[in-house]
Every structure is written in structure tokens, then in C-alpha cells.
């Protein structure tokens, strides 16, 4: 199998579990269709396919890091739901298609990400086949990486960093807590499904970090001259909003370089085991991205 | 010690036990001081109360359902701020305070609602001195009691049934889902901590059940004819919402004989049982309760 056949395989599995999880609730008013109108929109699963390749690296079963990686998956989720609301960025689309609450309202579209926020630690603990020990590890890791101390501080410090002295320590404080705790416990979730830690846990957490900031200077990157169509929603909104970014600190080129030394960093730190093939080959991808 | 002491002592416990998270939490901008705003700020604390009466009730040591019964008080916390929103209920004041977005913003708002959610399952999984089994008995406990097919479902059917043709098993339905799961889940947490199942678990989760109907009941009473100033909201809200409420239905005098019901069932449900007597006190005073 191919990396490519490895990435599309696992996408497949992390799209029906979800789906599977969506079908098993009961649909109270709109709320389940709201809840899956963004959850199955065709995401990249960046998240979850680490957390799967995570595992798998290893040496752990993929199907026992499933359910851990659907429910980090709905986390990100529902973190974009309530980032697009009105009083947040107030963003009408989002993968091409118009944002939760323009669909089914604010309130709708507040209560979808509640539930999925909530089901998130559902789906965590009652993940099958693991040892109850790995399933309060990853609650734990899932809940600090989201919480007050990680994903939700990052957004509450991106609100009010749109003025113009933010500096690139800062932008990178921002990011590290918005986007790069998710994804360290993308690949963390992947260790504790494999009941894995110590050296391998570690170097997969630097990978992450590397890797994640890599990601939101490329997704700057693309903000800046990416193709709308490719991407499914409007670019230049970062300059129309004043916001300071990797591309107005550093320059399209700089960022560009950052972008490649990031990877390879990345990739220098896990290509010494075995097995490591795919998150390498994972790390060069998303580098090359184009959405 | 009086079982008013008892409340007391219970009471004073979970507020320190509150304010010692909020206090371990790095302030990211205005994040934590929004999370305090909301969770110390004077609240009956009826759900964590019964958390540990529940835990004493079954035998267990209180001190080891602290934990359980921050984490729910969390829940009900972020469930209120996001309730309050203009999206949602559009509601100016609570506990004779303005709510949470009208002090600090609705983005800051949605926000603290976000990162409560998360951290009370974080506090579940870290509970001090249970076994894991008990932990993630809690976590899909308290998930399953305030996600997508419980305390969420409720708001959203709320949301919908502001429509004059409600009828009372509509109301019932929704109530059951909106304050019902999370009362039962109250008494249930406690039980978890106890280590305790079976026929006393049943026997509390019915006990909350009537309870939680009889607490709800009592509130469209008290909208209909409590004193303001003791409330700290303005009464007559939901009159003025056109909406239909168990007042609406069965009238005041059919309201308070449905509150003195289900409160002498609630009790005929645990008296049998020895060191039930707080429990029962406690749903005597609830039912008599004028905010």
C-alpha cells in the first residue's frame, strides 16, 4: 500500500465512524443535522489521521485509536463552529459551503458545538477494547489540550491581538496554544491508544509541534495567495481585517522557507525509528499543500 | 450538626474547592476572570450538593466526590452563560448580576462557556483518590447527561416550543431533558464516588427524577409570582416570552400541589433507606424555596 492508499484508507475509516456516531443519536429538533452538516463537510482530518499513524507508529492497533481520534475530530469541529459565530470571526463560509449558523442560526449553531464539545469526552470514554487507565489518559490529554489552558486560551488571546505591534513570539504564542495543541494531542491520543509512552511520545510531541506551526504559517501562506476556489472560501481576509500574520512579519518568501525548515525539522526528529515512514511522507504533504 | 449545617459545611466546601481550580489557571487575557465571573457567583449549588449528599448517602467518603461534583457545577455554569447569550434567551440579568456578555463581551462569553465545558471533564479525570473504572464511569456519566441526547436536546426543544399548542407532556419532555438529566446525573456521580450501583443508585436516580420535575415546576412559580428582589431577575419573563410553562398549564394552585407531590414521592422513594434523612430535608426545603 502506498502512503497515498494509507492516507485515503484511514480518512475512510476516521468518515464512517463518524458518521456511525451521528446515526446513533436520537435527532432532537435540528440539533444532530447541524452537528453533522459540520462534521461531515469534508475536512482534511489532519487531526485524526495523525492520531491513527500516531498509533500505528507505535505499534499499536489503528482500531483501538478510532474512537479517540473522532473524538478529537469533533473538538476541532466544534471549535470552528463557534470561531465562525457572529460575535467571534463572524465568517460566512467555510470548505465552500456557508458557516453552521448561516444554515440553521446563531443559537442552533451554539448548541451544535456544545454537543459536540460534549460528545467529544463521550466518545473518549467509552472508546472500545482499551484498558480504562488509557481512557482517563486520554480524557485528561484531550481536556488540557482543549480547555482553558490550550486551544480556548489561544482564541481568547487571538481576539485581542488585531492591533498592530503584535510580535512574531506572540503570533506564535497564539498559534502554539490555538492550533498546535490539538495537534500534539492528535499524536499523543495515537501513543495512549498504543498504550505507548516515554522516548517515542516525546519525539512524536516535537514532531507535532513542528509540524503545527508549520501548518498555520502555510495556512497564512495561503491566506495571503492561495486559489479561492481550491481553498472554498475568500482570501485576503486576514489583511482586511488588520490582523498581524506570519506573512506580515515575515514575508511571503520567509514564510515560505519557515515552512520547509519547520518540515524538515519535523521529520528529522521521528526518522530515525522504524515505522516512520508515513508521518514523514505526512509532514512533506502538507507542506506542498494547496488548501 | 443540623442537617442547615450540613448544607452549609457541604456549601463552603464546594465554593473552595471551586475557586482553588480557577485560582491554578493561568490568566490568558480575560478568559479566567469571565469563568470566576460566572462560577462564584452565589448559586444554590442544589447540583453538587447532591453530589455529595448522594456520596454520603451511599456510604462513601464526601471528600472523594469534591471533585465529581465541581465538574458538574461547571457544567450547569457554562450551560447558563451560553443560555443567557442574545442569540439564545437574550437575558440582561442573573442572580441579581448582569450575565456574563453584558459584562464582558458575547465573544468572551461563548468562550468561557467553552472552556467551563472542557474543564469539567479534565476535573472528572483527575479526580483525586478513585480507581479509573470510577473516573470513566463519571466522565460518560456526566457527558451522556449534558450532551446531544440530554441537556442539550433540551435546549434546543425549549428553543422551539415557544408555540401556544405545547402540551404538558411536551413541557415534562423538555424539562426532563433541560434540568432533569443533569440532577439525576448529580445524584448518580455521587454514587460513582461511593463505588456504590444497583438498588440504592436506582432508588436516588427516581429520588431526582421527581425532584428535578418538582425544582422545575417551582421555578415557573416563582417567575409567575416570586419577589424580585430576592431572585435577582425580573419575574414575568416568560409570560413575556409567550411562552408556555407548567404555570401556563396547570395554573398556580395546580402547580404547587404538583410540587408537593412529587416532592412526598421523591422521599417515599429513599426514607426506607438509613442516613437518608438530609436527602429528605433537602427536597422539603427545595420545595419551599422562594428564589
Known amino acids: 500500500m502506498t502512503y497515498a492508499e494509507q492516507l485515503s484508507a484511514d480518512q475512510a475509516r476516521i ?8 446515526d446513533s443519536l436520537w435527532p432532537f429538533g435540528n440539533l444532530v443535522e447541524s452537528m453533522s452538516y459540520s462534521l461531515l463537510s469534508g475536512g482534511k482530518r489532519i487531526r485524526p489521521i ?12 489503528v482500531t483501538k485509536a478510532l474512537s479517540f481520534a473522532c473524538g478529537l475530530e469533533m473538538i476541532h469541529t466544534y471549535s470552528l463552529i463557534h470561531d465562525d459565530l457572529p460575535c467571534m470571526d463572524d465568517d460566512d463560509f467555510r470548505r465552500g459551503r456557508p458557516t453552521n449558523h448561516r444554515v440553521y442560526g446563531q ?23 482499551l484498558h480504562t487507565d488509557q481512557l482517563v489518559l486520554a ?3 484531550l481536556s488540557e489540550a482543549a480547555g482553558p489552558s490550550g486551544m480556548v486560551a489561544g482564541q481568547i488571546l487571538d481576539m485581542v491581538a488585531t492591533d498592530r505591534d503584535s510580535t512574531f513570539e506572540q503570533i506564535q504564542t497564539i498559534e502554539s496554544l490555538k492550533t498546535g495543541k490539538l495537534i500534539e494531542a492528535a499524536v499523543q491520543l495515537g501513543c495512549i491508544a498504543a498504550n ?3 522516548e517515542r511520545m516525546q519525539a512524536l510531541t516535537i514532531y507535532a509541534q513542528k509540524l503545527g ?3 498555520q504559517i502555510q495556512d497564512d501562506i495561503l491566506d495571503y495567495d492561495g486559489d479561492e476556489a481550491e481553498l472554498g472560501k475568500p482570501i485576503g481576509s486576514d489583511a482586511a481585517n488588520g490582523k498581524v500574520t506570519f506573512v506580515t512579519l515575515k514575508g511571503i518568501v520567509g514564510c515560505r ?16 525509528y522504524e515505522e516512520s515512514g508515513f508521518l514523514c511522507w505526512l509532514a512533506e504533504m502538507l507542506a506542498e499543500r494547496k488548501k
Chains 1, 2 share one sequence.
Open 50 to 61: 495523525l492520531t491513527l499513524a500516531s498509533c500505528r507508529f507505535c505499534g499499536g492497533e
Open 257 to 272: 522557507e519557515m515552512v520547509r525548515r519547520l518540515t524538515e525539522e519535523a521529520v528529522e526528529e521521528i526518522k530515525q
Open 15 to 22: 468518515e464512517s465512524s463518524i458518521a456511525e456516531y451521528v
Open 139 to 141: 480524557v485528561r490529554c
Open 107 to 129: 443559537a442552533t449553531a451554539v448548541l451544535a458545538g456544545d454537543a459536540l464539545l460534549t460528545s467529544a469526552f463521550e466518545v473518549l470514554a467509552k472508546a472500545p477494547g
Open 196 to 198: 505507548v509512552e516515554g
Open 213 to 215: 506551526l508549520a501548518f
